[in-house]
């Protein structure tokens, strides 16, 4: 324990650092680490009576999950996983830190925002960064050359808040992907096919998937003259495309690294190209673009690739894009994102949300899918270098609750957060004892029920509490009920009530509930 | 040296080994997981998810909501919270930012949820899993990444009833998971602080005395005895008193009959427990509860049919069909082989346990028909293309 004087000089410290931020005008941010850093060391001195007071709070970056949020999250990793499972795929697990010799060297510039746990004595280990190094690792630990696994889990990553806003650092991803020497383009094909029927069964909206392929990218760098240790550079350039103009990154071309314009210009000419099978063909015939054999080799895959995704009854939706350029170094043929159209039509029904039938409401834009194939990774992992080839895609899915839960407010729908079926209630009291009884035959009978912690409670508090909570039946039991020997049973929306014989409720509860959606 | 102190260090010298790289400058390291942690391969997700899924069916069953929070709190939130076992806390390296320290249980982070959101009525569950630094010379073979899974009731109600409730919870899932006959032992705080204090133990020595009578369920009386007398400072006389005591056990009636003990009603403390005992036990006869039975192959994928040809070049028509199948929600898997042999996709299917396989062939195709084969009894029958969805759907919703 650090003595008392020393933590106190150091509370002064702290404060004069954080008077100074303030009339500075120092970043929100900034001022409010230096805060709880002040209110840490305040806290360590204790409340009078030596009362261990301690700040609330999780920690920066990270969120609690609340029970609606955990509904939501449920229903989309349902479709997702009903998707992965419908295609036949396996699903692993690993720690949630690795060694930081499994990490390091992997993730380039990127490093910098990877979490380290502290040297106490053992291992040097750190949190993941993502779920496809710990993949790797794991297909070479074992020694497996086929898979076909999803994994979803929480990955680590300390952003500086100061640069990306809102962003966590704690967050889902949700990785699908295929490992294994295969007959060229179907596991790739697949893997769209996945997408597709992930982003249309979620329902948000029209979307679209970019392709493009590393190769093509290389191939149609090099005969437009870059010099070869400027691809990786020039890639991340055009990745930009997205998000700015082409005059912003033609100038990022010439300006910062160094292409002459003729050269821009002449990327400028393909990375304008969008398109299907159609596409590939036609680029086939290029004059410059023929004579790279990369290129070529990926505009064949290209045009195979189409094929089998005409046969899968995707290509709706899939575009042909040259200016994909993903950022992750270690991609090795095709590559692909998902991007959703711009605006949500939202029709805002209630009154309180101040707006007027009709009310167009834009939810969030941005990629909600990305991955490729990356044949190098595992080789890597191999003492022997032994190479797997794997192709996968990952799914944005915070993105995706982040529209659910917008969506679920602009709709002001109401999302339940159990699943109770039925409340066993009474109107009378002294009436435990039956209500505990019944509630036990229905959770024998695995019927979803409540009961409350109450010995006599009001007939309208239990309703109240099922309107709250969104219970939909209530069985009411009372002194003439019991006598008849049936059970009252009442929708709570609509107030129809009905006497079901005692020993038919189970059944009519079943039969009720399974037409529910 | 043990052998995990020994590992320990051989470990260190190949990471340092490692940073000198292969002989081509190749970056060569030991391929691991963290010491104390494991990955879960397929069998065991499938073995995981089932566990989870019956738990879970009963936790809803009981209307309980689900929270989730974050893999590390502040160091500050879980300092001062768990005594000894602080030591075995992760901390995150002090990269500049806020002090970190990976949870070392959910019942923390849960009252800092409570606190943090003013909740004061909640019935939550929570699976996730948790992080001590155990030393393993002490405690080998536990894990120190390891899944806990909680079950809480938080707010003011009338007595005993949520208490009744979270062991109906717990004889339902024990049941369920078919483990076997089980037994849940039930006690009260406030009738163990009576009963010390009316056998003479002195104040300051109940939690130590506490902790000594819990390893009655591992040790004899004689142990236990000892170590009451000859470590912990009590005299015979009082520890024999404890002894008559604590060899009790019933139900009902020895709540009943211990509140007419002499010794025990005279402290308000113990009545009050074993008042609520009785009622508890009350709550636990409403609540009665029946066995049930599972038994099922382990699969670690939910393939319901693999569509395959026997002939050559049909990939395409594998591929179509198959996308019929996907679209009408059926799982089903093709082989990445533009012209596999049959008998390779039949072995596919015995191997990952799919029991149904639709076949295609030229002849098959002119008839406008599907071999539906099932792998385990290779009985076949041709069904009519278009009725064949209609036909799996019927097939797979009378499987288990």
């Avoid at chain 1, 509370?11 to 840490?40: F, H, N, T, Y």
């Avoid at chain 1, 889990?153 to 889902?172: C, L, Q």
């Avoid at chain 1, 605006?343 to 409401?361: C, F, R």
């Avoid at chain 2, 081509?24 to 963290?34: N, Y």
Wanted: hydrophobic residues 35%.
């Amino acid at each position: 324990m650090a003595d008392k004087a020393q933590i106190q000089e150091a509370i002064k410290a702290q404060g004069e650092v954080v008077r100074r931020l303030k009339a500075e005008k120092a970043s929100k941010d900034q001022i409010d680490e230096e805060v709880a850093k002040l209110l840490q060391l305040k806290a360590q001195l204790g409340g009078e009576d030596g009362k261990h007071v301690f700040v609330l709070k999780t920690a920066k970056g990270t969120r609690d999950y609340n029970p609606k949020q955990m509904a939501i999250r449920e229903k989309v990793f349902n479709t997702i996983i009903g998707c992965f499972k419908r295609h036949g795929a396996e699903t692993i697990d690993t720690p949630v830190f690795e060694l930081k010799e499994t990490l390091t060297g992997k993730y380039g510039e990127d490093s910098k925002l990877i979490y380290d746990l502290k040297d106490q004595g053992g291992e040097l280990l750190s949190l993941r960064y993502d779920l496809t190094v710990p993949f790797a690792r794991y297909l070479a630990m074992n020694k497996i050359t086929n898979i076909k696994r999803y994994h979803i889990a929480k990955v680590y990553r300390r952003d500086n808040p100061a640069m990306t806003r809102g962003r966590y650092r704690e967050f889902y991803q949700c990785d699908f992907d295929i490992a294994g020497q295969y007959d060229p383009m179907i596991p790739d094909a697949e893997c769209l096919k996945i997408v597709y029927e992930i982003l249309s069964e979620l329902d948000l909206g029209d979307f679209r998937i970019k392709v493009n392929d590393r190769r093509i990218l290389d191939g149609m760098f090099a005969m437009c003259g870059v010099p070869d240790e400027k691809f990786r550079t020039i890639c991340s350039t055009v990745d930009k495309l997205d998000k700015a103009s082409w005059e912003d990154v033609k100038n990022e071309m010439v300006k910062e690294k160094g292409l002459s314009e003729g050269v821009a210009d002449q990327i400028g000419e393909y990375v304008s190209m969008q398109g299907g099978m159609d596409l590939a063909e036609r680029l086939l015939q290029d004059p410059k673009l023929s004579q790279s054999k990369q290129a070529c080799a990926g505009l064949a895959d290209m045009k195979q690739l189409f094929s089998y995704l005409q046969l899968f009854q995707v290509t709706d939706k899939v575009l042909f894009d040259l200016s994909l350029a993903r950022g992750l170094d270690y991609y090795t043929g095709v590559i692909y994102e998902a991007v959703l159209s711009q605006m949500i039509q939202a029709p805002v029904v209630a009154e309180q949300n101040g707006a007027l039938p009709g009310d167009e409401a834009s939810v969030s834009v941005g990629s909600v899918a990305g991955g490729g194939r990356y044949d190098g990774l595992v080789g890597m992992f191999d003492p022997k270098g032994k190479k797997v080839p794997c192709v996968g895609v990952s799914i944005g899915i915070e993105r995706i609750f982040s529209i659910m839960e917008q969506k679920a407010e602009l709709l002001a729908e109401k999302v339940r957060t159990t699943e109770t079926q039925v409340l066993v209630a009474s109107a009378q009291k002294n009436l435990l004892e039956e209500r505990l009884k019944l509630t036990t035959e229905l959770w024998n009978a695995g019927i979803k029920a409540e009961v409350l912690y109450k010995k006599n409670p009001k007939l309208l508090t239990q309703l109240q509490h099922c309107e709250e909570t969104g219970i939909p039946l209530v069985a009411i039991l009372g002194e003439q009920e019991l006598k008849d020997g049936v059970v009252k049973l009442r929708k709570v929306a609509s107030r129809e009530e009905v006497d079901v014989p005692r020993e038919e409720l189970v059944e009519e509860l079943k039969r009720r509930t399974s037409k529910l959606p | 040296m043990t052998v995990s102190q020994i590992d320990e260090e051989v470990a260190k010298l190949l990471q340092l080994k490692a940073q000198l790289g292969g002989e081509d400058g190749k970056h060569v390291f030991v391929l691991k997981t963290a010491k104390g942690t494991r990955d879960y391969n397929p069998k065991q997700m499938a073995i995981r998810e089932k566990v989870f899924n019956t738990i879970i069916g009963c936790f809803k069953r009981h209307g309980a909501e689900t929270i989730d929070t974050p893999v590390f709190e502040l160091k500050e939130t879980l300092t001062g919270k768990y005594g000894e076992d602080s030591k075995l806390i992760y901390d995150l390296k002090d990269q500049g930012g806020e002090l970190l320290s990976l949870r070392y249980d959910l019942t923390v982070p849960f009252a800092r949820y409570l606190a943090m959101n003013k909740i004061t009525n909640i019935k939550r569950y929570h699976i996730a899993k948790v992080y001590r630094r155990d030393n393993p010379a002490m405690t080998r073979g536990r894990y120190r990444e390891f899944y806990q899974c909680d079950f809480d009731i938080a707010g003011q109600y009338d007595p005993m009833i949520p208490d009744a409730e979270c062991l109906k919870i717990v004889y339902e899932i024990l049941s369920e998971l078919d483990l076997g006959d089980f037994r849940i032992k039930v006690n009260d705080r406030r009738i163990l602080d009576g009963m010390f204090a009316m056998c003479g133990v002195p104040d300051e020595k109940f939690r130590t005395i506490c902790s000594t009578v819990d390893k009655l369920d591992k040790a004899s009386w004689e142990d236990v005895k000892n170590e009451m007398v000859k470590e912990k400072g009590l005299s015979e006389g009082v520890a024999d008193q404890i002894g008559e005591y604590v060899s009790m056990q019933g139900g009902m009636d020895l709540a009943e009959r211990l509140l007419q003990d002499p010794k025990l009603s005279q402290s308000k403390q113990a009545c009050a427990g074993l008042a609520d005992m009785k009622q508890l036990f009350s709550y636990l006869q409403l609540f009665q509860v029946t066995d049930k039975l599972l038994a099922e192959k382990v699969r670690t994928t939910e393939t319901q049919v693999l569509v395959a040809s026997a002939q050559k070049n049909l990939l395409e028509e594998r591929l179509k069909l198959t996308t019929e199948l996907w679209n009408a929600g059926i799982k089903a898997e093709v082989l990445y082989k533009k012209n596999p042999k049959l008998l390779t996709q039949l072995q596919h299917c015995e191997e990952t346990g799919i029991p149904l396989v639709a076949i295609l062939g030229e002849q098959e195709l002119k008839d406008g028909v599907v071999k539906l084969r099932k792998v385990a009894s290779r009985e076949e029958v041709d069904v009519p293309r278009e009725e064949l969805v209609e036909e799996l759907k019927r097939r797979t919703s009378k499987l288990p």
